[in-house]
């Protein structure tokens, strides 16, 4: 039964460094996915019943990734996200053909955020600063970034010393 706001779990499909692809549908009976107002990247983990010994045969490093397709309703269109897997915790073996797991996932520009580094000073309005920043540091495509309101005052002046992207945006 459906209500209001339902989410369907279309697809999980872990892809490897070597363009390798499972779908892990039928193995992961919780996904959780947290949002939060302080953190500007969704993330969350997956738990996984493996009997096929994934992390061993598809070389699993914590490297992968992580493609959720989910659907709103029946006739809702299909949103597809791409993440990183970062890690791989909690490993137990249950029986002799069967382990459990967490897979731990969060949006891939997570490490290009606090990767990059300005060392510089900025002018113009908070929201062209980071646009600027989005679009010449971090090289983002222009369909994430196409939704960006402008701010006021327009003559603010921002010294980054040596900031990551990351804090960049907290500031």
């Known amino acids: 039964m459906n209500t209001q706001g339902h989410i369907n779990v279309v697809d999980l499909t872990i892809t490897n460094q070597y363009q390798e692809s499972v779908n892990i549908m039928t193995m992961s009976p919780v996904l959780t996915i947290f949002e939060n107002i302080r953190n500007v990247f969704l993330s969350g983990n997956l738990f996984v019943i493996d009997s096929l010994e994934l992390i061993k045969k598809y070389r699993m490093t914590g490297q992968e990734s992580l493609t959720i397709r989910l659907r709103q309703g029946e006739d809702g269109r299909v949103i597809e996200k ?17 382990k459990t797991y967490n897979l731990h996932f969060i949006d891939p520009y997570f490490f290009k955020f606090e990767r990059t580094i300005i060392d510089r000073a900025m002018r113009g309005s908070l929201s062209a600063i980071l646009l600027k920043v989005l679009r010449e540091d971090v090289k983002l495509q222009e369909d994430v970034i196409a939704h960006f309101s402008e701010t006021t005052p327009e003559n603010s002046q921002v010294l980054c010393p040596k900031w990551t992207v990351s804090k960049l945006v907290s500031y």
């Open 82 to 98: 791409v993440f990183r897997i970062y890690a791989i915790t909690q490993v137990r073996q249950q029986n002799q053909n069967t």
